[in-house]
C-alpha cells in the first residue's frame, strides 16, 4: 500500500508500530484487536476511547514506563489527532517518546514515526515553532542510517512543508525567502519518494501529488504542471491509457490550467479524457467522474461559450445522485456554494488604473453580488472602499470578469446572491 494514498497517512505509520518487532511484543487482547479494526474503518473517536482503556490496562499490567506502551500510545495519539484534538494528540506521542527513552537501546525508526505524529498534531494545533522542533528532530533520525527508510523521510520532509504553508501568516523573512525555503523542502521530499518507490513506479507517480499543494499555494503553476505530466506519463506507462488512476493529473492539469486561465485547449482535453477513463463502481470513483464532469464546466466557463457550461454541472450532479451509495443529498451537499474559478480582477485593476490617480492610490475594495446559475457575475454593488468612491467603475468593470463554479439543486444550477469579494491593492 502506498501509504500517501488516502485520508490518514498517520494512521499506517501508527499501525505499523503496532506490529514493529523491535520493540517488547504489545500482547494481543480482544480490547487490542478492537482499537486496531476501529482504526483500519475509520472510527477515530471510538479508536480514542478503547485506546485509552487498553493504555490503562497495560500500565497496570507492566507500569507507566513498560515499553509495550509505546505502540498503543502512538496509535492512541493518531486516533486523537484524527479526532481534531492536537495537544492531546500531540501528548500521547510526547508520553511514548519518554517510555522509548526509558527503555534502551534506542528504536531509531520508532522514535523517527512517533516524533512525525507529534509533529503533525503540533502543525495542526498551530503551535509551529515546538512542531519544527519535533520535524528536524525526525528528519535527523529518519535520515540516519540505522531507521533505513525513505517512505518515512518523505512523510516527514511532507509535515515540514505542511507546516511551513500553515505558518506563513506568522513569517518574517521575504516572499522569496519564503518560496525559496519550501521549495528546498519539496525537492527533497521528491528525492526521498524517488528513493523509496523508484522513478518510474505507479506509487511514485501518486505520491508525487502530496508536493502540489505547496505549488499551488506559492503561485507555481508551471512546476505543478510539470509534476502532472510527469505523474500522467509513469501512469499511462504502468496502468495503461485508462485506468482510473489517470484521474488525479489529468484533472490537476485541468485545474491549473483554470485558475491561471491559461491554455484552454489542454485544459478541456485533460477534464475529458479525465471524465472518459474506465472507472469502478465505488464511491470514491463516481466522487472523481464527477468531478472530472464539473471541470469541463469550469473549463468551460472560463475558456469557452458561458451558457454551454450548465450541461456539465448537471451531468456531475446526476453522477452523484444516482449512485447507490451517494444520492441526491450528498451531490446536494458537493454543489452546495460557489466556487471561484479564476480571478482577473487584480490584472484588470492594474490595467484600468494606470495611468490614473487610482493607480497612485492603496485601495481595499469590498464588493458584493449574485453569482448566477451561468457562473456569472450579476446585481453588483460596492460594499466598502477604503478610497471612497473612487474605485467603483473599476472595480465593476473587473468583478464582471469573475467566474465561478454555480451551486446545483437537485439537478439545476441555481442563482446565488449575497456573495461578498475583497481585494487589497497597494
Same mark, same amino acid.
Given at each position: 500500500?502506498?501509504?500517501?494514498i488516502g485520508?490518514?497517512?498517520? &494512521?499506517i505509520?501508527a499501525?505499523g508500530?503496532?506490529?514493529?518487532?523491535?520493540?517488547a511484543?504489545?500482547?494481543a487482547t480482544p480490547? @487490542?484487536?478492537?482499537?486496531?479494526?476501529?482504526l &483500519?474503518?475509520?472510527e477515530? !473517536? @471510538?479508536?480514542?476511547?478503547?485506546g485509552?482503556?487498553y %493504555?490503562?490496562?497495560?500500565e497496570?499490567? +507492566?507500569?507507566v514506563?513498560?515499553?509495550?506502551?509505546?505502540?498503543?500510545?502512538? =496509535?492512541?495519539a493518531?486516533?486523537?489527532?484524527?479526532?481534531r484534538?492536537?495537544?492531546e494528540a500531540a501528548?500521547?506521542?510526547?508520553?511514548?517518546?519518554? %517510555?522509548?527513552?526509558? =527503555?534502551?537501546?534506542?528504536?531509531p525508526?520508532?522514535r523517527?514515526?512517533?516524533l512525525l505524529?507529534? $509533529?503533525?498534531?503540533l502543525?495542526?494545533?498551530?503551535d509551529? @515553532?515546538?512542531?519544527?522542533?519535533a520535524?528536524?528532530?525526525a528528519?535527523s533520525v529518519?535520515?540516519?542510517r540505522?531507521?533505513?527508510?525513505?517512505?518515512?523521510?518523505?512523510?516527514?520532509?511532507?509535515?515540514q512543508l505542511?507546516?511551513?504553508?500553515?505558518?506563513s501568516?506568522?513569517?518574517?523573512? @521575504?516572499i522569496?525567502s519564503f518560496?525559496?525555503?519550501?521549495n528546498?523542502?519539496a525537492?527533497r521530499?521528491?528525492?526521498a519518494l524517488e528513493?523509496?518507490?523508484?522513478e518510474?513506479s505507479?506509487d511514485?507517480a501518486?505520491?508525487?501529488l502530496?508536493?502540489?499543494? /505547496?505549488?499551488?499555494?506559492?503561485? !507555481?503553476?508551471?512546476?505543478?504542471i !510539470?509534476l502532472h505530466n510527469r505523474?500522467?506519463?509513469?501512469l499511462?506507462?504502468t %496502468? $495503461?491509457?485508462?485506468?482510473?488512476? &489517470?484521474?488525479?493529473?489529468l484533472r490537476?492539469?485541468?485545474?491549473?490550467?483554470?485558475?491561471t $486561465?491559461?491554455?484552454?485547449?489542454?485544459?478541456?482535453?485533460?477534464?475529458?479524457r479525465?471524465?472518459?477513463?474506465?472507472?469502478?463502481?465505488?464511491?470514491?470513483?463516481?466522487?472523481?467522474?464527477?468531478?472530472a464532469?464539473?471541470l469541463?464546466g469550469?473549463?468551460t466557463?472560463?475558456f469557452g461559450?458561458?451558457?454551454e457550461?450548465?450541461?456539465y +454541472?448537471r451531468e456531475? /450532479?446526476?453522477?452523484l445522485a444516482?449512485?447507490p451509495?451517494?444520492g441526491?443529498?450528498?451531490?446536494n451537499? %458537493? +454543489?452546495?456554494?460557489?466556487?471561484?474559478?479564476y480571478?482577473r480582477?487584480?490584472?484588470?485593476?492594474k490595467t484600468l488604473?494606470t495611468?490614473?490617480r487610482?493607480?497612485?492610490n492603496?485601495?481595499?475594495?469590498?464588493?458584493?453580488f449574485t453569482?448566477?446559475?451561468?457562473?456569472?457575475?450579476?446585481?453588483?454593488?460596492?460594499?466598502?472602499?477604503?478610497t471612497?468612491?473612487?474605485w467603483?467603475e473599476?472595480? !465593476?468593470?473587473?468583478s464582471?470578469?469573475l467566474?465561478?463554479?454555480?451551486?446545483?439543486v437537485?439537478g439545476?444550477?441555481?442563482?446565488?446572491p449575497?456573495?461578498r469579494y475583497?481585494?487589497? +491593492?497597494?
Amino acid at each position: 500500500m502506498n501509504p500517501f494514498i488516502g485520508p490518514a497517512r498517520v &494512521l499506517i505509520l501508527a499501525l505499523g508500530l503496532a506490529i514493529t518487532a523491535s520493540l517488547a511484543e504489545t500482547p494481543a487482547t480482544p480490547l @487490542s484487536q478492537q482499537v486496531r479494526a476501529a482504526l &483500519l474503518a475509520g472510527e477515530f !473517536q @471510538s479508536a480514542r476511547e478503547l485506546g485509552n482503556r487498553y %493504555v490503562q490496562e497495560l500500565e497496570q499490567q +507492566f507500569g507507566v514506563q513498560a515499553p509495550q506502551l509505546v505502540a498503543p500510545l502512538a =496509535n492512541l495519539a493518531t486516533a486523537t489527532l484524527e479526532v481534531r484534538e492536537y495537544r492531546e494528540a500531540a501528548g500521547y506521542a510526547e508520553r511514548a517518546l519518554r %517510555v522509548l527513552d526509558a =527503555n534502551p537501546p534506542d528504536q531509531p525508526r520508532t522514535r523517527a514515526q512517533l516524533l512525525l505524529i507529534q $509533529g503533525r498534531a503540533l502543525v495542526n494545533a498551530e503551535d509551529y @515553532s515546538a512542531a519544527g522542533v519535533a520535524l528536524r528532530k525526525a528528519e535527523s533520525v529518519a535520515g540516519n542510517r540505522s531507521a533505513d527508510d525513505p517512505v518515512l523521510l518523505a512523510q516527514v520532509y511532507e509535515a515540514q512543508l505542511e507546516g511551513h504553508m500553515h505558518g506563513s501568516a506568522k513569517r518574517t523573512e @521575504s516572499i522569496d525567502s519564503f518560496v525559496a525555503d519550501g521549495n528546498r523542502i519539496a525537492a527533497r521530499q521528491l528525492n526521498a519518494l524517488e528513493q523509496a518507490f523508484g522513478e518510474k513506479s505507479a506509487d511514485f507517480a501518486e505520491s508525487l501529488l502530496t508536493v502540489m499543494p /505547496w505549488y499551488r499555494m506559492s503561485g !507555481q503553476g508551471s512546476r505543478e504542471i !510539470q509534476l502532472h505530466n510527469r505523474a500522467l506519463r509513469i501512469l499511462e506507462a504502468t %496502468v $495503461g491509457p485508462r485506468d482510473e488512476r &489517470l484521474s488525479v493529473p489529468l484533472r490537476g492539469l485541468a485545474a491549473v490550467r483554470v485558475r491561471t $486561465g491559461d491554455d484552454g485547449a489542454e485544459a478541456r482535453q485533460a477534464a475529458g479524457r479525465a471524465r472518459e477513463l474506465d472507472y469502478s463502481d465505488a464511491p470514491a470513483s463516481a466522487v472523481a467522474k464527477a468531478d472530472a464532469a464539473a471541470l469541463l464546466g469550469d473549463v468551460t466557463l472560463v475558456f469557452g461559450e458561458v451558457t454551454e457550461a450548465t450541461a456539465y +454541472f448537471r451531468e456531475s /450532479w446526476q453522477i452523484l445522485a444516482s449512485h447507490p451509495k451517494l444520492g441526491p443529498a450528498v451531490a446536494n451537499r %458537493v +454543489f452546495d456554494s460557489v466556487v471561484m474559478l479564476y480571478n482577473r480582477p487584480r490584472s484588470a485593476f492594474k490595467t484600468l488604473s494606470t495611468g490614473s490617480r487610482l493607480a497612485r492610490n492603496e485601495a481595499v475594495v469590498q464588493t458584493e453580488f449574485t453569482v448566477t446559475a451561468l457562473g456569472t457575475v450579476a446585481d453588483y454593488k460596492l460594499i466598502d472602499a477604503t478610497t471612497g468612491s473612487d474605485w467603483d467603475e473599476v472595480v !465593476q468593470q473587473a468583478s464582471k470578469q469573475l467566474r465561478y463554479r454555480p451551486r446545483v439543486v437537485d439537478g439545476e444550477p441555481v442563482d446565488t446572491p449575497g456573495i461578498r469579494y475583497q481585494i487589497t +491593492f497597494e
